[in-house]
């Protein structure tokens, strides 16, 4: 996966936010399946971006090259802070 498309994924997902906030808000219902439809997308990237940084370490780490401070992730949040978000968005409103 570039560079472009970790990108991507990001911008994707934090749509998938603002657009949970708002669904969240218009129903009022956190089952609707509308709203978990759109909370198992944004799952499915957090998912796809930590196992993503996951391989770009362990590729690192054997190249030699491991520097924990640079990650393609650096370009945007950490899939952790983006998945904290969501949590808390979740945690908030259910």
């Known amino acids: 996966m ?3 498309e970790t990108s991507q994924l990001i911008r ?3 749509l998938l936010q603002r657009r ?10 956190l089952t609707d399946p509308e709203i978990v439809a759109v ?3 944004a799952d499915s990237l957090i998912i796809q971006l930590q196992r ?7 590729y690192r780490k054997m ?4 520097d924990d ?3 393609v992730l650096t370009a945007s949040q950490s899939t952790e802070e983006v998945g904290q978000q969501s949590r808390a968005f979740l945690v908030k409103h259910s």
């Open 2 to 4: 570039t560079h472009l």
């Open 52 to 58: 993503l940084r996951k391989e770009e370490a362990e």
């Open 69 to 71: 401070s640079v990650s």
């Open 20 to 29: 949970l906030c708002e669904m969240a808000n218009d129903l009022g219902n």
């Open 39 to 41: 909370s198992e997308e």
């Open 12 to 14: 994707r997902l934090q």
């Open 63 to 66: 190249d030699g090259s491991y």
